[in-house]
């Protein structure tokens, strides 16, 4: 199958139809063992400094990897997409837009099916069999995030790379299947978490620091327990059709319908504070003003760069967090509930 590399999640049964393999550009970035070098060929070709380290990743891995058809999300992901549009055509590269509706209706998720459809060569009711074939699949992966939560045997990290791969399944959702099916099988058989171990949410884009954030949570005496876009690349609510399907993916939409979303599952997993996480030079930080005046718990902003690794300043923000979430647990602590950080 041909390879198209996707800038963020999109309706990949549309494009698996049209006989594509689709490749998360951001998972093959954060997971390159080059990626400061993937950053330096962007700002070499003159993306400026500061500019989000994602899309400078994204571009690396365009001209690092030989991958030279891309979709790009120009509605309902990052703005700076458009030029990193442009800069790709520049390249030589065949660049494919699609665009999210403005909302998530159904007639117009249809007509922006219907025409991603048509540029591809394919047909939806093709994609509506790729979407019924992967619904075991993720379920699957729906299924290992309550055993995050729900059951306390998958770790934070477990839940965010399983997740954050439901993306695109790795290029192949049937290896996929078959490794997180070892997973679940495997987090069966453990010990759970201890009931007194605070429950943490994990909202906004995914970090660039993933590999050391969520071990270092739990060395601090709390886990992760809902990695909230993450969990939207899974498709939780699938609805009866693909274009249901993607207007129920909160993420490309008005903040609050994932305000919704995000309350809804900070009550029904028992959180105990959130931390959201904000990439710099994203215009989506600015939603943090919304979230926390809309999540009833205390909330810790991370900002993340081109820092892979947690730096000490993030370190003693997240201990200092811990620790105040720790004493608030306390009976007599009770009345500081809605404490912000």
């Known amino acids: 199958m041909k390879q198209i590399g996707i800038t963020t999640t999109v309706p990949i049964e549309v494009l698996m139809a049209a006989g594509y393999t689709p490749l998360d550009l951001n998972n093959i970035f954060i997971g390159s ?106 379920r699957l992966a729906l299924g290992l995030d309550e055993l995050t939560w729900k059951d306390g045997v998958v770790s934070g990290l477990e839940n965010h790379m399983a997740l954050v791969a439901a993306s695109d399944f790795g290029g192949d959702y049937r290896e996929y299947e078959h490794r997180l099916g070892e997973l679940v099988s495997q987090a069966l058989t453990r010990e759970p978490y201890p009931d007194d171990c605070l429950r943490l949410a994990y909202i906004g884009v995914p970090p660039v620091f993933a590999v050391d954030f969520y071990p270092f949570v739990e060395r601090t005496g709390a886990r992760v327990v809902f990695n909230e876009v993450q969990r939207q690349f899974a498709m939780p609510s699938p609805g009866g059709s693909i274009a249901e399907q993607y207007c129920h993916y909160t993420y490309p939409y008005s903040i609050f319908g994932r305000v919704s979303d995000i309350n809804a599952q900070l009550r029904k997993r028992r959180v105990d504070g959130v931390i959201h996480y904000v990439q710099a030079f994203c215009h989506r930080g600015i939603g943090d003003i919304i979230f926390r005046n809309s999540i009833d718990l205390p909330i810790l902003t991370l900002e993340g760069n081109d820092d892979f690794m947690l730096n000490h300043h993030m370190r003693t923000r997240v201990e200092a967090f811990i620790d105040m979430l720790k004493r608030r647990s306390a009976p007599a602590s009770k009345a500081s509930y809605g404490q912000k950080s």
């Open 33 to 138: 063992s080059e990626r400061e070098q993937l950053v330096n060929v962007a700002e070499q070709d003159g993306f400026p400094q500061n500019c989000c380290t994602w899309i400078k990743g994204i571009y690396g891995v365009c001209m690092e990897y030989g991958i030279n058809t891309i979709l790009c999300v120009t509605n309902g992901d990052c703005s700076n997409t458009i030029m990193l549009m442009e800069v790709l055509k520049l390249k030589g590269l065949e660049v494919i837009p699609f665009a999210y509706p403005d909302q998530p209706d159904v007639k117009l998720m249809q007509h922006a099916l219907n025409a991603l459809a048509e540029t591809l060569g394919t047909t939806l009711s093709g994609a509506e069999e790729v979407r019924v074939e992967l619904e075991r699949v993720r």
